[in-house]
């Protein structure tokens, strides 16, 4: 079974620029979630999907950052304009239950110059 | 005062030693409490999962929660080189179970 995958792997861009990140969750996981780690800092939760829905985005850190998750499936997270302490690694997980057990992707680092 | 706290290391150990990871947390409500391994470059990757108090054991790995004193415990036996990475502490409440708090993470080197 396949895991988690998550696109770019890594990613570079100028400040200002526009990135989107995309995430694959296992198949059958109707649970979604972004989490972040930024340089010197602890994993964080950034937000919550039960299949399309957002149902918590209380960790997003502004309105630069969009996440979708279309019919369901894969889901994007789009930062706009980006900023340099947007530079961090980028994590999607999914969980077939509402459980703390996740499963993770290898992340996404982003680096923003 | 960070919610969840862990000793970054690096620990390092021969192979074959006994490792000790802990972590300790502030929020009595936290229920759920994970053990993440975590190698260069790649995801946290799901080794144990508690709920509540008592002790879980899965083959070399044993998870132990200590809810009144608030401290959480991985120990490895038998530590093989293929253990070396890095260890992260979760946990969540009840109602947001899928809300992790992670700690910074151990460092673990078992050297051969």
């Known amino acids: 079974e396949a895991g988690v995958t998550q696109f770019p792997s890594h990613s570079v861009i100028e400040k200002g620029q526009t990135v989107t990140l995309r995430c694959d969750p296992i198949?059958?996981?109707?649970?979604l979630y972004w989490y972040r780690r930024v340089m010197g800092k602890e994993i964080k939760f950034l937000l919550h999907f039960v299949k399309e829905s957002k149902q918590d985005e209380s960790g997003m850190p502004n309105n630069r950052f969009l996440a979708e998750r279309t019919g369901g499936t894969y889901s994007t997270l789009k930062v706009q304009p980006a900023e340099l302490e947007d530079s961090g690694v980028y994590f999607c997980?999914?969980?077939?239950?509402?459980?703390?057990?996740?499963?993770f992707g290898e992340g996404s680092r982003l680096t923003v110059l | 005062q960070k919610e969840v706290e862990q000793d970054p290391g690096p620990l390092s150990v021969p192979e074959g030693a006994i490792v000790s990871l802990n972590c300790t947390y502030s929020?009595?409500?936290?229920?759920?409490f994970m053990w993440y391994r975590q190698y260069s470059r790649k995801g946290p990757e799901l080794l144990m999962y508690?709920?509540?108090?008592g002790n879980k054991e899965d083959g070399r790995f044993t998870a132990q929660v200590d809810k009144s004193s608030k401290y959480i415990s991985l120990f490895i036996r038998d530590s093989q080189p293929s253990d070396s990475a890095t260890y992260l502490c979760?946990?969540?409440?009840?109602?947001?179970?899928?809300?992790?708090?992670f700690g910074s993470g151990t460092r673990l080197l078992v050297r051969p």
């Open positions: 997980a999914s969980s077939p239950q509402y459980t703390g057990e996740l499963f």
């Open positions: 508690t709920y509540s108090s």
């Open positions: 979760a946990m969540s409440g009840m109602d947001s179970s899928y809300k992790l708090i």
């Open positions: 198949s059958g996981h109707d649970n």
């Open positions: 929020n009595s409500a936290f229920q759920y």
